[in-house]
């Protein structure tokens, strides 16, 4: 079952490297739990998840900059949306196997 906090922030799912957060735990600072997961932790969902159709990064591997340097902060943009966009297609996917909507 994927949690509501997890439909909308699939990062949840792994662990962050930030805050050491577990696996379907939300982000914590010394004043308690965020709003959202750590920007990092959904670079490393969005890596994990998908390659870069931007700069040919393999799953689970940096991206790489146009001059060569590895994008430790950052993936592309594109990549991101590719990301989400898998992940919103899940989430229907899921939906549908709901027995109330066969026809
Ligand atoms: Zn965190
Ligand atoms: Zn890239």
Do not use: Y
């Not at 990062?11 to 709003?35: I, S, V, Y």
């Not at 870069?52 to 900059?65: M, P, Q």
Request: aromatic share 2%.
């Amino acid at each position: 079952m994927t949690s509501r906090a997890e439909a909308r922030h699939p990062e949840l799912t792994r662990r962050c490297r930030w805050c050491r957060a577990a696996p379907g735990a939300m982000c914590t600072n010394k004043r308690g739990f965020l709003d959202e997961p750590h920007g990092g932790r959904r670079d490393d969902w969005i890596r994990a998840t998908t390659d870069c159709a931007s700069c040919s990064a393999a799953t689970n591997e940096l991206c790489i900059t146009e001059a060569g340097h590895l994008m430790e902060d950052h993936v592309h943009a594109e990549r991101a949306q590719a990301a989400d966009a898998m992940h919103a297609t899940s989430l229907e996917d899921s939906s549908q196997d709901v027995p109330e909507r066969r026809r």
